[in-house]
């Protein structure tokens, strides 16, 4: 498995081409162990689906292959005890490796399993997903649950926040800018919107997992001259709910704001994503407590992974992935230790069958 995961390390995988290259790299791996694999392409961007088991229901693994660029050095991968060091170990070609060694170890004992497990290995999360993830939903490549392989430490994450982002633009009145009082100074109008938002109720609110939703001001455009008070002012907001808001609650919650204070502003979407809302009393959440026991405990990620798009259909879906570090900065590493526990995780869950009696009522005390 380290073997596959240092081969996995040295392809560049940060651009279309190398990505590609780790996923014909990966169907190869697998074909040469019995797996039968199914290489899809979209848009250039390539995935493969492999499938094993009979039954009802269908349980994924998705991982992805494609990277953040890294330095030179990134990609000539290293071990110091527990770690292999490299871009992409944490995110998540270590989770990819052990993925791909369960899957050749549950196909060996195929007629053993009770559910079909299909395997996804995709090339685009880094950059939205929209083209493989998303792409395989589209296509019908959906089931009952999904495991993401991100780096948790071995943490069930169940929810996810939502995104919306918006640009928002403050119409003012342009004056000398010696004598800015006759002029309504644009910038300050959207220095002013941002002081109320945030004194919002809605900003505040906590759920389950979550203390409050995230407000990113992340830009602004306005002025072009010392001497003259801006009369426009461009804003965009990313903006990341909590599960039982939504993109509609939020982008009415910002209109009747700017009604009330700035009618004359308008406001348009950017982009949006659904949060994701995973209950914990999911049969196949309760089933992975009852594998790990205290080794594990749920929790819910700020940011959002490629579980988004399986979510839509109403799967469960969930990250879940071994323990690493830096993932995206210059000392990314993966532990070696807690990707073989991942992968036999992995294992126990496909061939699991029963559902556990003793419902975990309370599965998320102590978060
Ligand atoms: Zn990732």
Known sequence: MIDLLRSLIRIES?????????????ANWLEDRGVTVNVLENEGHKMLVAEVGQGKETLIWNGHLDIVPGKKEQFD??????KVYGRGSADMKGGCAAMMEAFVGITKHADRLTKKVQLHLVTDEETGGSKTSKYLVEQGYTGDFVICGEPTFLKIGLQAKGISQFFITFHGKGAHGSRPWEGDNAILQSHKFHELLIQQEWTKVSSDYYDHPSINLARISGGDRFNMVPDTCEVGYDI???PGQSVEFVEQQLTNLL????????????GISPAVTTSDQDPRI???????KDETMLMGQHGSADTRHYAVTGAGAIEFGPAGGDWHGPTEFVSISSMERYRDILMEFAFYTEVPKEVYKNA???I
């Open 14 to 26: 940060d651009t279309k081409e190398g990505a590609n290259h780790a996923l014909d790299f990966s």
């Open 77 to 82: 991968p290293y071990i110091e005890g527990d």
């Open 240 to 242: 990341r709910f909590v």
């Open 259 to 270: 009604k009330e204070h700035f009618p004359t502003a308008e406001i348009r979407r950017r």
């Open 286 to 292: 309760l089933q992975l407590l009852d594998i790990m």
């Open 364 to 366: 998320n005390e102590g």
